[in-house]
């Protein structure tokens, strides 16, 4: 039954033994997966202030644009520049690879930091940013713009109909897309390695270098990041039907 | 301000589209006096709706003036939010805040923007969800309650605010006929309270039994403007009788 593995080889606990149990190789794992879950939860900081700035200037733009250009004055002109600094960022990060990204800036951009998770952290933090950005103006587009002239019509400024109206609607529609948006970034961290961090994909990798032994480790290390990402879908899901309940 | 103040005051108001080749509004003027009850028809097209949207600015007047209780509110250096608590509006397709429920629909707008406490705003919404029939769905949200609830409700939410003026932007045009009648009667009861009113509608009944006066527009200009009974009954332009003998 288990022989379909490794044909006439080790059985599995041996398999086991090997990897994980000699020379405390269970701890590379460990190591490896706090390294992974870091990058992620700092990365995914970075990228929702980065995202939530970037839609509410693009937003603030699309929204604005036509009354604050009759207007005229230096508000317009501010919101140009900022505007079109967000879609040259947006168009870079988008239209060139994540690992790209992360030789860029470990290699030329911070080559004197030593330690790459920091590094790690910001690249792939910037690289979110993008995503979520879209994801969150996307959301700000779909509240229906009655909402927003109701608001309005009562004497709400832009600020304040933005604060109590469209962005608890923006988010609640956005929720599944941004749960999306961190499943790829909590898988996406994999390419840690190319810039010399230990992170899971590593550890596993590694083992697999020292034992000569493929199996347990690589498939270890997929059921982790299998399960890491069952456990923040459920999550997701539970805070999904919570905000739901308020409606019905 | 007393009864026959003008109220609202629009002198040679324009609004041109796409540089000037749809002209929505061709110079409409209009004097609204306090406490009157002003109906605007028209074919579909003729501009009543832009016009009723630009007395509190949600549309921006390509040309012309326009005056709220002595004020001219198109004018970049005044701040439209404080006169637009002012002049409540009611729309088409209700525009109740569906991330909120029914009390802070209504209480929103008074407890942030005329700083009532939160009981003060309540005891008010209270008041007034009771003079609509609707006490009952105040912990409700707008999803939970048919068209012509709604409209009540955001009828209320406008009220709220204690508006020297109420626009109706085809309050009933939205709703399944059997509900039509119980948002008329609130409006009804509204304008026998002396609330000064503009309304735009397709309810010729309505108009002719509530309204003090009658503007019909077509191609973006008042053709004709009369007291109700003598328009319905006697219409002067070749333009009116056409539309009265479709409609009526």
Redesign the interface.
Known sequence: MTNWVLAAGPSLGEQFKLNFIDGDRWKWIVDGLLATLEITAVALVIGIVIGVVVAAVRSSYEKNK??MK??GGVGYAVLCFFNAVCKLYLTVIRGTPTVVQLLICYFIIFSKWTNGIPVAMISFGINSGAYVAEIFRSGIMSV?E??F?????????YL?TMR??VV??AF?AVLPALGNEFIVLIKETSIAGYVGIMDLTKAGDLIRGRTFSAFMPLIAVALIYLTLVMLLTWLLGKLERRLRK??? | MNANDVLLKVVGLKKYYNGGKVKALDGVDCEIRAGEVVVIIGPSGCGKSTFLRSL?L?E?PTAGEIFFEGEKIND?KIDI?????K???V?Q?F?????LNILQNVT??PT??LKQTSGEAQKNAMDLLNRVGLADKAQN?P??LSGGQKQRI?IV??LA?KPDVMLFDEPTSALDPEMVGEVLEVMRELARSGMTMVVVTHEMGFAREVGSRVLFMEDGVIVEENEPNAFFAAPQSQRAKDFLSKVL
Request: glycine share 8%; aromatic share 10%; proline share 5%.
């Open positions: 036509d009354t009759a207007k229906d009655g909402q002239e109701a608001s309005r019509s009562l004497g709400f400024g304040p109590y109206v608890p609607q609640k308020n409606e019905r | 509190n949600l921006m970049p939010n404080l006169h637009r608590q002049i409540g509006m729309f397709q525009n109740l805040f569906n991330n929103l707008a942030k923007l949200y999803s939970q955001a939410r406008a605010m």
